[in-house]
């Protein structure tokens, strides 16, 4: 068995749509970044891509490339599925937690969950994820941003 860890943040800006997990979850603010600005997405994607030792969404999907612009963070998580079975992993669970003060996470847990089992073409109960704010403190208890953190292991396919 192989374990990686993700983590990423992003900052909030009016005006932005606002996806999370794959969700688009109404708020007067969104996520900034080159791609939909998934943070979960994208805190799972390294997780993965690092128990692979495939190293990091940044040498796959790079800021620098126009095509990636915009792009569905789940678009990019199906991608990461095929790079880890290319290198001979299946994923055995995933972990993440969403860090935000607002707005709250938990209606829309269970389609995040959907949304990352179906990219990655793995049951629903190897996905698990959760939500918790910072009780106010630091930039995303100001509501500055938000952050995710995910683990995730695979095994030998």
């Given amino acids: 068995m192989r374990v990686g860890i993700g983590y990423d943040v992003h900052r909030l800006a ?3 749509l606002l996806v999370i997990g794959g969700v688009e979850i109404p708020y007067p603010a969104g996520l900034v970044g080159h791609s939909d ?12 891509l690092g128990a692979a030792g495939e190293g990091d969404i940044g040498r796959h999907f790079p800021d620098s490339d126009e095509k990636y612009k915009g792009i569905s963070s789940i678009k990019l998580l199906q ?14 669970n995933i972990d993440g937690i969403i860090i935000a003060q ?11 969950e959907q949304n990352i089992a179906g990219a990655l073409g793995i049951e629903i109960n190897r996905v698990n994820i959760k939500a918790t704010t910072t009780e106010k403190l630091g930039f995303v208890g100001q509501g500055q941003g938000m952050a995710a953190q995910a683990i995730a292991s695979l095994n030998e396919e």
Avoid: F
């Fill in 102 to 112: 607002a707005p709250r996470m938990a209606p829309h847990i269970r389609a995040m």
């Fill in 79 to 92: 991608r990461v599925g095929e790079i880890i079975s290319a290198a001979g992993y299946a994923v055995n």
């Fill in 14 to 16: 009016p005006g932005r």
């Fill in 37 to 48: 600005a998934d943070v979960l997405t994208h805190a799972i994607m390294d997780a993965l």
